[in-house]
Every structure is written in structure tokens, then in C-alpha cells.
Nanobody, 124 residues
Framework: QVQLVESGGGLVQAGGSLRLSCAAS????????MGWFRQAPGREREFVAT????????YYTDSVKGRFTISRDNAKNTVYLQMNSLKPEDTAVYYC?????????????????WGQGTQVTVSS
């Protein structure tokens, strides 16, 4: 079992920044890939970013490229999502997820464990 707990969400004005954290426990953190997804009201959950086990490979959805950065600290069992230049359309519940197969992927079906989510609200 893997437990994931997100934190760092909140209310921010457009153009502002937030850093989300996801603390993992219950398994060897460095052995699995991590991803961030988000879900806005009335919309399906969508991929945001993913990172490989070592942190050497990352992928982003086009709408956040150049604004968001995913990173991980395997010594702290934590993955981060630095979000800059936030826009109102970034408003959503953000979830972190773990893929025990270890390969970063955009496909939510590939992820084995999910956190409870943290709300991010960007005001215009």
C-alpha cells in the first residue's frame, strides 16, 4: 500500500504562484513514477505532469508548459508541483498519483494509488 497526502493548495490571484507537495509513505518512493492530475468542476480529470523515478524525465500537458515544474526529493519521499503565472483556468482539485511500474505516463489508468486532492483556486 502507498499513502499519498497532498498539501499546498489555496486561493491565489491570477499571475501568482503556489507550490503543491505530495508526501508518500508505505513503499519505496524512489521505485515508482509520480504524476499530478487535476479536475475542475464539471470536467474530467486531466493529466498535468509526470516525473520518472530518478527525476530525470518529465512530461507536461501543453497548457502548463513553461509555467509549472514537477520535481521530487526521494530522500524526503515527496513530489512537488511548482505553479507559476497561474490563470483562472488552472482552478481545480489537484491530485498526485503513484505508478508502481516506474515509467512516467500521461494515462491515469496506469496509476495505482491516488491522494485525496488539494483545492487550487485562481481568482481573476
Amino acid at each position: 500500500q502507498v499513502q499519498l497526502v497532498e498539501s499546498g493548495g489555496g486561493l491565489v490571484q491570477a499571475g501568482g504562484s503556489l507550490r503543491l507537495s505530495c508526501a508518500a509513505s508505505g513503499h519505496t518512493f524512489s521505485s515508482y513514477a509520480m504524476g499530478w492530475f487535476r479536475q475542475a468542476p464539471g470536467r474530467e480529470r486531466e493529466f498535468v505532469a509526470t516525473i520518472s523515478r530518478s527525476g530525470g524525465t518529465t512530461y507536461y500537458t501543453d497548457s502548463v508548459k513553461g509555467r509549472f515544474t514537477i520535481s521530487r526529493d526521494n530522500a524526503k519521499n515527496t513530489v512537488y508541483l511548482q505553479m507559476n503565472s497561474l490563470k483562472p483556468e488552472d482552478t481545480a482539485v489537484y491530485y498526485c498519483a503513484a505508478d508502481l511500474r516506474g515509467a512516467p505516463t500521461r494515462d491515469p489508468i496506469r496509476y495505482d494509488y491516488w491522494g485525496q486532492g488539494t483545492q487550487v483556486t485562481v481568482s481573476s
